[in-house]
């Protein structure tokens, strides 16, 4: 699949993420999410840490350590030679 913008392969992919797994430990948070093209299957990690004198809100930490799977994950789709994502491709 080809974008011709780095906004619409990330309008793609949040539109169409699956968040795998979300831990928090205070002050960190990270996530992990996949993404379906086709057969192909783009896996990536996002994460977050609080600086130190911030108060920790859980909320705000999971919006952007997905937010970086989503962006790594659009990096991938837009810029295919990215690094950082797993790429599993389903066959039959």
Not at 7 to 24: C, G, Q, T
Not at 37 to 58: E, M, Q
Not at 72 to 77: G, V
């Amino acid at each position: 699949m080809q974008f011709t913008s780095m906004s619409e392969a990330k309008a793609f992919v949040r539109e169409n993420v699956k968040v795998s797994d979300l831990v928090s430990d205070v002050p960190y948070t990270f996530a992990s999410g996949e993404c379906s093209v086709g057969n192909t299957v783009y896996i990536a990690h996002g994460f977050s840490k609080c600086r130190p004198g911030d108060s920790f809100d859980l909320q705000r930490g999971a919006e952007i350590a997905v937010g970086r799977v989503i962006a790594k994950i659009a990096h991938k789709l837009y810029l295919p030679g990215r690094a950082g994502v797993t790429e599993l491709i389903i066959e039959g």
